[in-house]
């Protein structure tokens, strides 16, 4: 029988134990020690309908119990999985709790998934349930879920937030349950990937948990931090690195944002005086763009993490002046490595690099880029970019059910490719340089799709920037750029071009074509899709 997940060796997990990194304890207990010690502050901030919840530690844990107990009162068995796909309300916070203490397992479905989606996580986990809200930004997620529910044999139960079905099982007397095994798998994520279907990603409570310590103890989270999830919360980013299982560790004060364009986030934060958040690039130059103009006092909020994709050095420069903060990269991945550039680390390494690894047990490994099944002894010279392999302590060994992609992308003696490039510094720092599967051969010279749309983006017209690939008969790939102007500016394509040649860089990286467009097509977590970008392209190129 083949095991759905790959657990670590049993010599390097007591050694992982033993330095202290696994404490043995499990997402239901942490939220019972949170409520004792930070029982009457605040602990959660959401909208929902019109209407703000604020609900402490104390009421968080008894929604979290009565939850739990309605779920297993509906049969909802220890280890069984269900798709959890809730936008950033406040009954996000109980409902996931609820499922730990119950012993099931969380599969994360992001606010933008759709029928396909959902159904390839039902059945790729087996999934017993789904739960979700209505009707949410005009798309009724209800009818969804009980579509996929109809089309898999697996889900037996669809939960809506909101509904009186949801409000009678929050209603149920709360009792004890018992404790899951701290070791085993306590959710699913998703794969991180804009192409094809996400993988499954398995975590356990020992695993995730010392990622969210290292993550709340590096970016200085105290019980008086404010944190705004401004993104999705079911990601990996806005859920851990701190995001809002670090801001709880530290008894600080979440607050859900319902949508994460500047308008929203700014509101709430005045409103709430948040002190830390997160954004994907993109959002980061919305923001910059919007805080120029804004009405709303930013004056508490102290610290921008910016990750999800690499922060390009022009906009990383661009952040603290315009926002008044202090700039922290994050790079990492829901398989496992997280890096952060530290508060305390020099100007040049906040702004030039993507940070470095939480835990002195992560092991980084940089290896020949032109071999996709290097090993981890295929090291290339120090300061040379190449392929990043990784394991440690939170870094997964294998995909939840994919014994073949696992043979791949994992190596015999478990680090795990990641698919990026990078540049190790000699302080330990990673910059990325871009994505193996993003980088472009152009008549046999490779093009780096991040390094040019950092060039792009020094453009003072230019807001974002995405280049990708076109097949070309004579050079293979030719490059396209697709460029957001700044609201009232319009850079023409030779324009861009002479400006790219006067940075200095070789001729073969200057773009090929040049398309200005308003925005970027997302992915659900808010990453420029270079899926649909290839797919706008490959129609461009054909009407051509």
Request: hydrophobic share 40%; proline share 8%.
């Amino acid at each position: 029988m083949t095991l759905d997940h790959t657990p670590w060796p049993a010599s390097v997990a007591a050694r992982y134990r033993a330095a202290g990194h696994w404490r043995g304890q499990t997402f239901g207990a942490l939220l019972t020690a949170l409520a004792e010690a930070h029982g009457p502050r605040v602990a959660v901030v959401g909208e929902r309908d019109g209407t703000t919840s604020r609900w402490t530690y104390a009421e968080f844990d008894d929604r979290a119990h009565r939850i739990a107990a309605g779920l297993v009162d509906s049969g909802i068995r220890p280890g069984e999985r269900v798709v959890v796909q809730l936008p950033n309300v406040p009954e996000f916070a109980p409902v996931l709790f609820g499922l730990w203490r119950a012993g099931a397992w969380p599969v994360f479905a992001l606010p933008a998934h759709r029928h396909s989606e959902l159904r390839h996580f039902a059945e790729q986990s087996e999934a017993a349930a789904i739960i979700t809200v209505g009707v949410h930004e005009r798309h009724d997620h209800a009818a969804t879920a009980r579509a996929v529910a109809a089309d898999v044999a697996s889900v037996r139960h669809v939960h809506v937030v909101g509904s009186a079905d949801f409000d009678d099982l929050s209603a149920t007397a709360p009792r004890e349950l018992p404790d899951p095994d701290p070791s085993g798998v306590a959710f699913l994520q998703l794969s991180g990937g804009s192409t094809g279907l996400p993988k499954l990603i398995p975590r356990t409570h020992d695993d995730y948990l010392y990622s969210v310590r290292e993550s709340a103890r590096i970016c200085a989270l105290t019980p008086d931090s404010v944190y705004l999830a401004a993104l999705p919360a079911a990601h990996n980013y806005p859920l851990s690195s701190p995001g809002v299982l670090g801001a709880w560790h530290a008894g600080a004060k979440v607050v859900f944002s319902p949508r994460p364009d500047a308008d929203t986030a700014f509101r709430l934060i005045e409103r709430e005086g948040v002190t830390i958040t997160g954004v994907v690039p993109p959002l980061a130059a919305a923001w910059v763009q919007t805080a120029a103009r804004t009405g709303h006092d930013l004056s508490t909020l102290d610290v921008l993490l910016v990750g999800g994709a690499k922060c390009g050095r022009e906009l990383a420069e661009r952040v603290g002046p315009a926002l008044g903060v202090r700039l922290q990269q994050v790079f990492g991945m829901a398989e496992g490595l997280v890096c952060y550039t530290r508060l305390d680390d020099p100007a040049e390494v906040v702004l030039g690099t993507q940070g470095r690894p939480i835990s002195p047990d992560d092991e980084v490994r940089v290896v020949d880029p032109d071999n996709p099944l290097a090993g981890s002894d295929d090291l290339v010279a120090p300061g040379e970019p190449g392929a990043l392999l990784t394991r440690g302590p939170y870094t997964i060994r294998g995909y939840y059910r994919a014994p073949e992609h696992n043979a791949l992308a994992f190596t015999p003696d478990g680090f795990y490719r990641t698919g990026d490039l990078v540049r190790q510094t000699e302080s330990g720092h990673l910059e990325v340089v871009g994505r193996a599967k993003e980088q472009i051969n152009r008549g046999g010279e490779k093009v780096a799709a991040e390094e040019v749309e950092d060039h792009l983006m020094a453009h003072p017209d230019v807001l974002d920037a995405a280049v990708v690939a076109v097949p070309d008969d004579y050079l293979g790939e030719r490059t396209c750029a697709y460029v957001v102007p700044v609201a009232g500016a319009a850079p023409t394509a030779p324009a861009l071009r002479r400006f790219i040649r006067g940075r200095g860089v070789a001729a073969f990286k200057v773009p090929d074509l040049v398309q200005v467009v308003e925005a970027f097509p997302v992915t659900g977590v808010g990453k420029t899709s270079k899926r649909e970008l290839r797919v706008a392209l490959a129609a461009l190129v054909k009407e051509a």
